[in-house]
């Protein structure tokens, strides 16, 4: 086999590997007119979940004054009208709402820009690509409402 082809297939496969290793940089920086600085949000997380602290210090690098509450089960802290199904590794209070799971900053300040009369937000489970995931955003996420009387709407596609 011709050394030169050999080098230029290693490198072809590095660059591929780079660019599947790279963050989605859309879910990672602040893009559009994000203004979250002084946004006091609580989180309660697991001390033992490395991607629940990972969304914490992204959510600080947004701007907001972020208070970090470490619990064993931080079930316990969930909103008592969040349904099982849309539940996420951890929970932040924001002002008046909830948001459950690793939603990004812009979703965030939506929802505090338009304040819809909703108890809060989830983003269920920890999807690839999400804020403090890591990997690449690989299709749209929807974004569940709670109202004031515990039903769920689908509130935003992200």
Known sequence: MNTRY???GILALAVAGAVLL??????????GNVALDDVEAD?????????CGAHAEYMEVQGMDVDV???????VDKHPDLPHDLY???TTYIGDYF???HVPAEVIDTLLE????LEGIALPGMPRGSPGMGGAKMTDWTIY????????IEWMEY
């Open 145 to 152: 409402g709670i109202t004031p009387d515990g039903d769920v």
């Open 69 to 75: 509450t470490q619990r064993q089960d931080p079930r």
């Open 88 to 90: 996420s590794c951890h």
């Open 6 to 8: 050999l080098l230029i």
């Open 114 to 117: 338009e304040q819809p009369d």
């Open 99 to 101: 948001v459950e799971g």
């Open 22 to 31: 790279v963050p989605n940089s859309d879910t990672n920086t602040v893009t």
């Open 43 to 51: 989180v309660y997380l697991s001390p033992t979940c490395g991607c």
